[in-house]
């Protein structure tokens, strides 16, 4: 576990991430992080809650992180946040289930995930 907060946690639990003012400058920032494999590594890693930064976002209803984080996870990265526990026995998907709104591309992008056979 991790005692550490990295760069994508503190992006996860931003909300500039949906303001139209900030968006251009984040994700022009993440455009350039997304080739950077040791940067991707670390989306699958969590704190000391089990948290990983996709568990942060979906709590923190940062659905456009969380969209973002979907697509640019390498798929086995991908599929260790989508299984990952916390310490309250949750999933990324365990807290999308019990959000009241979840975008249209998030839940697109979590059927194309279960379509894959990846959820049990």
């Known amino acids: 576990k991790n005692d550490e907060k ?4 503190l992006l996860a639990s931003q909300t500039f991430f949906d303001s139209t003012s900030y968006r251009k400058t984040g994700l022009e920032m993440l455009l350039e992080i997304r080739s950077d494999d040791s940067a ?3 989306l699958a890693e969590a704190d000391n809650d089990g948290n990983t930064p996709l568990h942060i976002a979906i709590e923190k209803r940062n659905f456009h992180f969380a969209r973002f984080v979907m697509e640019i ?6 599929e260790k946040i989508m299984r990952k526990r916390n310490s309250k026995d949750l999933t ?3 807290l999308i289930g019990s959000a009241e709104y979840v975008p249209r591309q998030v839940m697109l992008s979590l ?3 279960k379509m894959h056979g990846m959820i049990m």
Not at 6 to 9: L, M
């Open 6 to 9: 990295t760069f994508w946690y």
């Open 40 to 42: 991707l590594k670390c």
């Open 73 to 78: 996870a390498p798929q086995d990265s991908f």
């Open 92 to 94: 990324p998907i365990d």
């Open 111 to 113: 059927l194309s995930f």
